[in-house]
């Protein structure tokens, strides 16, 4: 069974893990370099900042989470051991209770996560060539509005 709660500073280790895990299951398009790169962000930024919502398993432990800005799912990131058992799922309908009108961008090259969105009915509604850092990982902006369902 999954549950959701918000992520609590103990869970910080738990989640870069994850974060790591996930990438490097997903993102076969980066380089050592780059995971190194964006690890440092996650670890030092992102995690010690981010209001997170936290996928834990029957023993409170996190097996994926979420971030978002307003409407914007700005991460989420599930235990490869956990990809196919919903929790994605579960994490993007706790996204879509706050706000229906939902926007992600997605690596393009990450094919798996393109698919998993598609699923869950969002549409490209543009593009980039370039990541947020400015890397040449170009992103799907989609978007999951509240009509569909």
Same mark, same amino acid.
């Given at each position: 069974?999954?549950?959701?709660?918000?992520?609590? !500073?103990?869970?910080? /280790?738990?989640?870069?893990?994850?974060?790591?895990?996930?990438?490097?299951? %997903?993102?076969?398009?980066?380089? /050592?370099?780059?995971?190194?790169?964006? @690890?440092?962000?996650?670890?030092? /930024? =992102?995690?010690?900042?981010?209001? #997170?919502? $936290? @996928? +834990?398993?029957?023993?409170?432990?996190?097996?994926?989470?979420?971030?978002? %800005?307003?409407?914007?799912?700005?991460?989420?990131?599930?235990?490869? @051991?956990?990809?196919?058992?919903? $929790?994605?799922?579960?994490?993007?309908?706790?996204?879509? @209770?706050?706000? *229906?009108?939902?926007? &992600?961008? &997605?690596? /393009?090259?990450?094919?798996?996560? $393109?698919?998993? =969105?598609?699923?869950?009915?969002?549409? +490209?509604?543009?593009?980039? *060539?370039?990541?947020?850092?400015?890397?040449?990982? !170009? #992103?799907?902006?989609?978007?999951?509005?509240?009509?569909?369902?």
């Amino acid at each position: 069974m999954i549950a959701t709660r918000q992520s609590r !500073p103990d869970d910080r /280790e738990a989640l870069f893990r994850i974060w790591n895990d996930a990438v490097r299951a %997903t993102h076969d398009f980066l380089g /050592e370099d780059d995971i190194a790169f964006f @690890a440092r962000l996650v670890r030092e /930024e =992102y995690l010690p900042a981010a209001d #997170l919502t $936290v @996928a +834990v398993d029957g023993q409170d432990r996190p097996v994926g989470f979420l971030g978002m %800005t307003g409407a914007k799912i700005d991460a989420l990131f599930v235990d490869p @051991a956990w990809h196919g058992r919903g $929790v994605g799922r579960a994490l993007v309908e706790v996204a879509r @209770a706050a706000a *229906p009108d939902l926007s &992600v961008d &997605v690596n /393009e090259q990450n094919r798996g996560a $393109v698919g998993f =969105y598609a699923r869950l009915g969002f549409r +490209v509604a543009g593009r980039s *060539p370039l990541d947020g850092t400015g890397r040449p990982f !170009p #992103l799907l902006h989609l978007v999951l509005e509240a009509t569909q369902k």
